[in-house]
T-cell receptor, first 113, second 111 residues
Framework: GAGVSQTPSNKVTEKGKYVELRCDPI?????LYWYRQSLGQGPEFLIYFQGTGAADDSGLPNDRFFAVRPEGSVSTLKIQRTERGDSAVYLCASSQLAADTQYFGPGTRLTVL | KQEVTQIPAALSVPEGENLVLNCSFT??????LQWFRQDPGKGLTSLLLIQSSQREQTSGRLNASLDKSSGRSTLYIAASQPGDSATYLCAVYGGGFKTIFGAGTRLFVKA
C-alpha cells in the first residue's frame, strides 16, 4: 500500500464501552508497533509485533488492552471497559524489519466520555 | 530504564536562521536513533535514522549527529523556512524492541 492507514480517524465512546482500532501497515512490513500519544507528549510505546506474534507487549497499561495481528498484516488494538483516561491519539507504525525506519499512520483520536 | 529528553521544549526563530535541536538519552545501549517531524493533528514523518555505529546522517538541509557514549544527538536545520514549523521528536530504539520518544521540540519559524 501507499502508506500506513488507520481506521477510524476519530472514535467517541462512552465510559465502559469496548472499542477496536484498526491498523493497516505498509505491504510487506513484518514489524508493527502501536503507540499512544497524549497532548504535548511524545508517543508512548504499547506493543510490538514481529509477524503474527507480539514480541514485546510490555507497554500495554493493563489487561483491558489487547492487540492482535492474526495474519501478519492488519492489526487491531482492542480496549475493554474504556475509561476517560484512555482518551488519546493511538498511533500505529510499521517497518520492514525490526530496527528499520518506522512509518506512521495518521492515528485514531479516541475520546471516552 | 531509558529516558529521552529534548531541549528546548519550544523554539521560535526568524526565517533563514540555522538552528540546533537537542536530544539526550540515559542508556547508551541503543541500536539506532530516529528523528521525526509531526505536524499538528497528523502522524509522524521520519526525517533521519542514525544507526548506533554511525556518527551522523544528512538529508537536504537536515543533519543529525549521534554521540552514543555521551547519550546525545543533535538535529541541525540549515536556513530555516516557515514550512519547517512543526514538532520535532527524537526516538531511541534499544533492547526489547521498544522505541522510546522524547516529548519533542515545538519549532516556529517566522516569515
Amino acid at each position: 500500500g501507499a502508506g500506513v492507514s488507520q481506521t477510524p480517524s476519530n472514535k467517541v465512546t462512552e465510559k465502559g464501552k469496548y472499542v477496536e482500532l484498526r491498523c493497516d501497515p505498509i505491504s510487506g512490513h513484518t514489524a508493527l508497533y502501536w503507540y499512544r500519544q497524549s497532548l504535548g507528549q511524545g508517543p508512548e510505546f504499547l506493543i510490538y509485533f514481529q509477524g503474527t506474534g507480539a514480541a514485546d507487549d510490555s507497554g500495554l497499561p493493563n489487561d483491558r488492552f489487547f492487540a492482535v495481528r492474526p495474519e501478519g498484516s492488519v492489526s487491531t488494538l482492542k480496549i475493554q471497559r474504556t475509561e476517560r483516561g484512555d482518551s488519546a491519539v493511538y498511533l500505529c507504525a510499521s517497518s520492514q524489519l525490526a530496527a528499520d525506519t518506522q512509518y506512521f499512520g495518521p492515528g485514531t483520536r479516541l475520546t471516552v466520555l | 530504564k531509558q529516558e529521552v529528553t529534548q531541549i528546548p521544549a519550544a523554539l521560535s526563530v526568524p526565517e533563514g536562521e540555522n538552528l540546533v535541536l537537542n536530544c539526550s538519552f540515559t542508556d547508551s545501549a541503543i541500536y539506532n536513533l530516529q528523528w521525526f517531524r509531526q505536524d499538528p493533528g497528523k502522524g509522524l514523518t521520519s526525517l533521519l535514522l542514525i544507526q548506533s555505529s554511525q556518527r551522523e546522517q544528512t538529508s537536504g538541509r537536515l543533519n543529525a549527529s549521534l554521540d552514543k557514549s555521551s547519550g546525545r544527538s543533535t538535529l541541525y536545520i540549515a536556513a530555516s523556512q516557515p514550512g519547517d514549523s512543526a514538532t520535532y521528536l527524537c526516538a531511541v530504539y534499544g533492547g526489547g524492541f521498544k522505541t522510546i520518544f522524547g516529548a519533542g521540540t515545538r519549532l516556529f519559524v517566522k516569515a
